[in-house]
């Protein structure tokens, strides 16, 4: 297998071998010795060409599990192609015009984006203070840390039906009994309109995400030197202070990742409100991603499901982009 | 850790263990009722149960075929998982021992997919399936898990660009080829992120259920997480049956995430740390 590589045109090979101006053999670094296999001339050209064997795997996972699907799903969404008939036409910009004139397509993006960056802020904000708090010592602590990480284990599929349970207006539901046995409130209906549905899948989003984030920032605020804390007591910092000043900002590296994790899964949310509510009441908790799957698989409406997929994907793309270039920067500004 | 009086740690540790009470309701709560008949349940649904009934668990065994979809999820996660770590330590072997210009351009393509959802790609693949006959089928599962193998390679080559190069230099010079040292030496040595990126992806597809519910039609090809929210419809009013299959469900990821707590913990931190 190894002895069929010497195909590749010599003067590529060459081109790569030679040191590059600025990389000289003393850089010290990780990296830097890795790039010393460079100078080490044509006798590791055999070996060269080998190593890009190993790559091929990933790059054919690559093409046909992302490139062509995504270049196919451009294509589709500028046709009327329904997967049954092999007469496919342009309809130009058709399909986008249509996801636009199209309600449940709009409630489903901005509940998405509801979703997404509210759980987003929620989780952030209780998940810093959690960490600080889980980094003291109590007792119990170890059960605590365990106890509120364990909900972002299981399936969100299946949390979500048993929270569909837990908020029930029926007698199982315990927070409709906890309420009318304490408050004598009549059953709230969590799951049935519009605003408290939503509220309850972003509660429940929360519920399940945020001991993973707060374990997330704990890992981070474990590699903070004590000095910073001891040079603050001299100081007189209060804790209030010592918080604000010292560690969100020294957390922010952790909150980048944190967030964008948050968002970008956020935003790709199918299985947690589909199970806790089916998407309802309406379709007030409907999730692109829901839209996708029923307009492209189960309407066989290719062209407007993959539209809808190409738009989802523009949106991921800004989203990250914006989020990433405000966190490094604020990163910056706080270093 | 800084001094506070035995007061503030009392008090902290029980308003936190109150809290973490409050988090683990819902798993009390579907435990607690899978030891009830449907009556005690509807009267006092977080009560203790009166008796060890293990009705239900019979009930259930009997009537679904759990251990049908727990071979299934475990077939493929195994599958899968072993075809990302293979292939994305092998591209990161590849890519990092060359350093060239092209393999750099490879790195940054790749890191396109990285923001490219599922969902983005589902119908072309949907489509794709069906000239291919992977629609219901296990295996074509694994063929969409391996899109994982792009993720798992940018966290091992990061990984791997801290192996002191002298050992491979070593190894080098003893005559070791590309395809021993990649096996004897390199993977030996990355073992630690093999194992971080093993298990995040072991979880991510276990509990896949966007996957399954698209391309998998028959209930003898279900995973664990399709057959209990297709069961669901089932038991509408037999909540006890329904907590039941549940916790039967929950039981292999929960007892994955005990034997791994302290991998898990420390790949968070690991993540964060490097940013």
């Known amino acids: ?335 | 850790m800084r001094k506070g009086s035995w007061v503030t740690r009392l008090a902290t540790s029980v308003v936190m263990l109150s809290v973490a009470f409050t988090f683990a309701v819902p798993f009390y709560y579907i435990v607690v009722n899978t030891f009830k008949t449907q009556q005690q349940t509807s009267v006092s649904p977080l009560g203790l149960p009166t008796s060890l009934n293990l009705t239900n668990y019979k009930n259930v065994w009997d009537n679904i075929p759990v251990l049908q979809s727990f071979g299934n999820t475990l077939r493929v996660t195994v599958l899968s998982v072993v075809v990302m770590l293979l292939v994305g330590s092998m591209a990161a072997y590849g890519i990092v021992m060359r350093k060239t210009r092209s393999s750099r351009r490879i790195h940054v393509v790749l890191l396109l997919a990285l923001a490219v959802p599922f969902q983005v790609t589902l119908i072309p693949i949907y489509e794709a399936f069906v000239s291919l006959h992977l629609i219901d089928s296990l295996n074509g599962l694994v063929v969409i898990y391996c899109g994982g193998a792009i993720f798992s390679y940018f966290l091992i080559q990061g990984y791997m660009l801290t192996i002191p190069y002298e050992i491979i230099e070593a190894a080098r010079i003893d005559g070791c080829g590309t395809v021993r040292m990649y096996w004897r030496i390199v993977l030996p040595l990355i073992r630690p992120v093999l194992v971080t990126v093993g298990i995040f992806q072991t979880i991510w597809v276990w509990n896949d259920f966007l996957a399954p519910s698209v391309f998998i039609i028959s209930p003898q090809n279900y995973t664990l997480v399709l057959q209990v929210y297709q069961a669901v419809g089932q038991y509408t009013t037999n909540w006890p049956a329904f907590m039941t299959l549940t916790v039967l469900s929950l039981i292999p990821i929960t007892v994955f995430f005990l034997w791994m707590q302290r991998h898990i913990v420390s790949g968070l931190a690991a993540g964060a740390v490097k940013g």
């Not at chain 1, 990933?58 to 192609?81: E, G, H, K």
């Not at chain 1, 979500?160 to 199982?172: C, N």
């Open chain 1, 1 to 335: 297998m190894l002895s069929a590589s010497p195909r590749t045109p010599q003067g590529e090979l060459t081109r790569d071998v030679r040191p590059r101006p600025g990389t000289s053999p003393q850089v010290v670094g990780p990296s830097g010795r890795w790039q010393l296999l460079r100078v080490l001339g044509p006798a590791r050209r055999r070996e060269q060409v080998s190593l890009r064997l190993f790559v091929i795997p990933l790059v054919i996972i690559f093409i046909a599990l992302f490139a062509l699907p995504v270049a196919r799903s451009l294509y589709f969404s500028f046709t009327n192609f329904g997967g049954y008939s092999n007469k496919v036409s342009f309809v130009g910009l058709a399909n986008y015009r249509a996801l636009f004139s199209n309600a449940t397509v709009l409630t489903g993006l901005a509940f998405t984006l509801t979703y997404a960056l509210g759980r987003a802020l929620i989780v952030t904000v209780l998940a810093i203070p959690l960490a600080v708090v889980l980094n003291r010592k109590f007792v119990g602590r170890n059960f605590v840390r365990a106890a509120m990480f364990f909900p972002a284990v299981p399936s969100a599929a299946i949390l979500g039906l048993v929270w569909a349970f837990i908020l029930a207006p029926i007698s199982v539901g315990v927070v409709n009994s906890a309420l009318g046995a304490l408050f004598g409130v009549g059953p709230v209906p969590w799951l049935s309109t519009n605003f408290l549905a939503r509220l309850s899948v972003v509660v429940v989003g929360v519920w399940q995400q945020l001991g993973w984030h707060a374990m997330l920032y704990l890992a981070y605020l474990q590699s903070i030197p004590g000095d910073y804390y001891d040079a603050a007591d001299v100081d007189g910092a209060s804790s209030r202070q010592r918080f604000f000043y010292i560690t969100v900002p020294l957390l922010a590296p952790a909150m980048t990742i944190s967030i964008v994790l948050l968002v970008v899964f956020g935003l790709q949310e199918y299985a947690l409100p589909l199970a806790l509510t089916g998407g309802g009441p309406g379709y007030a908790t409907y999730t692109v991603s829901q839209t996708i799957i029923t307009l492209g698989i189960s309407n066989a409406q290719y062209g407007q499901g993959a539209a809808l997929s190409i738009l989802f994907l523009l949106m991921v793309a800004v989203v990250l982009v914006v989020q990433i270039s405000i966190l490094r920067r604020r990163e910056a500004r706080l270093r």
